[in-house]
């Protein structure tokens, strides 16, 4: 079992619509990181976690320490959104190493 | 606003040549990685570099790969004899606290 899950693995919207990821992970761990890769294939950092929630934008990230949950939401999403976002965690017992899950692949449509 | 950068973009090879992987951290960050992804699957961690030494390094870093930072700026991922299973991208990130920042990958192609 992986210790960073993700879902949905694929997510197709339209244009405007809501958004929701979410992942899973079975470790203790210091920090959560949501990152965002294009076709390119480079790699964003969106947002880094310990607690709570943040917001930039359209893209909220909350997260619950208790529950080993986070999620990534995407008000009135749009097409240049379509890209692959990852979650991917700092565990408390790894030293500084992220783990990271296999990705969601988002395509908005117009 | 200060980014990782790393070079070359893409690099072709035959298999069991080496090559050099190149990046610049963010100049007053402390802790270096690299971090690769094969196409189609997810993003592995290779090693980790703090104080000029390994500070952590996975069981796909082995005897064909090697770290350095030669100068104090450059960071430089080393892979001594190439297979056809190290064609990937490959990423450094680096950071001073808890968020890293990744660089734009080096696509390596190895033939």
């Known amino acids: 079992k992986n210790e960073v899950e993700q879902s949905p693995q694929n997510l197709t919207a339209q244009e405007g619509e809501f958004i929701t990821i979410n992942c899973s992970y079975s470790?203790?761990?210091?920090?959560l990181h949501w990152l965002q890769q294009h076709p390119g294939g480079g790699i964003v950092s969106l947002f880094m976690l310990s607690s709570g929630k943040k917001k930039h934008g359209r893209l909220i990230a909350t997260i619950n320490i208790q529950e080993k949950h986070s999620s990534l939401h995407i008000t009135a999403s749009h097409p240049r959104d379509s890209a692959v976002y990852i979650c991917a965690v700092k565990a408390e017992t790894s030293g500084s190493r992220l783990t990271f899950g296999e990705g969601t692949q988002l395509t908005v449509n117009p | 606003e200060p980014e990782v950068t790393q070079t070359p973009s893409h690099q072709v090879t035959q298999m069991g040549q080496e090559v050099i992987l190149r990046c610049v951290p963010i100049?007053?960050?402390?802790?270096f990685y690299w971090y690769r992804q094969i196409l189609g699957q997810k993003v592995e961690f290779l090693v980790s570099f703090y104080n000029n030494e390994i500070s952590e390094k996975s069981e796909i870093f082995d005897d064909q790969f090697s770290v350095e930072r030669p100068d104090g700026s450059n960071f430089t991922l080393k892979i001594r004899s190439t297979k056809l299973e190290d064609s990937a991208m490959y990423f450094c990130a680096s950071n001073i606290r808890l968020e890293q920042f990744f660089g734009p990958g080096t696509r390596l192609t190895v033939l």
């Open positions: 470790v203790g761990i210091s920090a």
């Open positions: 100049s007053n960050h402390l802790y």
